[in-house]
């Protein structure tokens, strides 16, 4: 469960899937030990961002308790269940 709430936590902070954070810290990236920050951060997948028709943030949902492609599959089936867009992009966003 906590690991759950850190994933969808996580995809909040970002406006974005907590597998793309995980490879923008590994080591030499340009986020490197960002899961320590915030009481801590899941940087692998399984965390996806929900953003309503209009491209705002709503929430997230985090999966856990399988494989992280599992994780993330099964998160991202959720988000396109409530039928939000797709994120937008943004000039922050790499």
């Not at 907590?18 to 030499?28: A, K």
């Not at 709503?58 to 089936?77: F, L, M, P, R, T």
Request: no cysteine.
């Amino acid at each position: 469960i906590d690991i759950a709430i850190k994933k969808a936590k996580t995809a909040v902070f970002f406006g974005m899937n907590t597998g793309q954070i995980g490879q923008l810290s590994q080591p030499g990236g340009p986020l490197y030990g960002i899961e320590h920050s915030n009481q801590g951060l899941i940087t692998f997948p399984g965390g996806v961002p929900i953003v309503d028709k209009d491209g705002i943030l709503i929430g997230a949902i985090g999966v856990s308790g399988s494989s992280v492609e599992n994780d993330h599959q099964v998160a991202k089936a959720g988000v396109d269940v409530i039928g939000v867009a797709d994120l937008p992009s943004h000039p922050w966003r790499t």
